[in-house]
């Protein structure tokens, strides 16, 4: 995989491009996720 990103500059830019992408879209689904969570229950504390 190494050569086959090295034989082009903008190869190798959009592969890290996309895995900075992956992984901030990543975190961010995980930090709406847990928001989510947590206003659940929230609700959910005040109800009882």
Sequence with gaps: MSGWLEENPLRFLFYWAACA?????LFLLGLYDFL?????????????
Excluded at 36 to 48: L, N, P
């Design 21 to 25: 992408f992956l992984a901030v879209f």
């Design 36 to 48: 989510s969570i947590m206003k659940e229950y929230k609700e959910r504390k005040e109800r009882w």
